[in-house]
């Protein structure tokens, strides 16, 4: 069974310019998450997605970047316009969902490493 | 900031050692997860603890879950060259309200052959 898919693997852009990841999770997991994760830090949640609902957004900076879950599968995040702090991995991860508080057990992608000059 | 934190940060050790990363969060957690990093990959899931004093084992990693569950640990027993990597512990947070995982900052396990 193929994992959680991301691309590109790697971006290199100006700052100021747009840039757009993409995630196709695992067949049938219906929570999907975006990620941060800085150089020797651990993975800060940007967005939460039920389906194709955002049900947890607040750490999303929603100035410059916006993401999408059309049909409740595939998800697009975007950053327009790049800084040069945005420079980190972004990794999309997805599972089940779990139930009551507890979320179940994520899986990642392999990751976006976005490098704004 | 990260609510979740870890100690160390790093840890180098000689292959054959025993490792132990901590885990100490500010509020209440419902569960713990704890996920592994190699250098250069993407976090993969290693186990989940959710009773209040849990202790589950898999084969040389032993993970324990605080009793007031606001802590928790990871140890390895004799440390092998394939364990080299960044340990990840992750909790749902309680007082927030939000169901997802909120990250430590992760220890690095550096193991010399």
Not at chain 1, 48 to 67: C, G, H, I, T
Not at chain 2, 70 to 99: E, P, W
Request: proline content about 4%; some cysteine.
């Amino acid at each position: 069974e193929a994992g959680v898919v991301q691309s590109p693997r790697y971006k290199i852009i100006e700052k100021k310019q747009p840039v757009a990841f993409w995630c196709n999770p695992i067949s049938g997991h219906n929570t999907l998450y975006w990620y941060l994760q800085n150089l020797g830090q651990g993975p800060e949640l940007l967005i939460r997605y039920e389906n194709e609902e955002a049900v947890d957004d607040s750490q999303l900076p929603k100035d410059r970047f916006s993401a999408e879950r059309l049909k409740g599968v595939d998800s697009t995040l975007k950053i327009q316009p790049a800084e040069l702090g945005d420079s980190a991995v972004y990794l999309c991860a997805s599972s089940t969902g779990g139930s009551g508080s507890f979320t179940g057990e994520l899986f990642f992608g392999e990751g976006s490493r976005l490098t704004v000059l | 900031g990260q609510q979740v934190m870890q100690i160390p940060q790093y840890q180098h050790v000689q292959e054959g050692e025993d490792f132990t990363t901590y885990c100490n969060s500010s509020t209440t957690l419902s569960n713990i997860q704890w996920y592994k990093q190699r250098p250069g990959g993407h976090p993969v899931f290693l186990i989940q603890l959710v009773k209040s004093g849990e202790v589950k084992k898999q084969k040389r990693l032993t993970f324990q879950f605080g009793e007031a569950k606001k802590n928790s640990s990871l140890h390895i027993t004799a440390t092998q060259t394939t364990d080299v990597g960044t340990y990840f512990c992750a909790g749902v947070l309680m007082d927030t309200g939000r169901r997802a995982l909120t990250f430590g900052s992760g220890t690095r396990l550096q193991v010399q052959p």
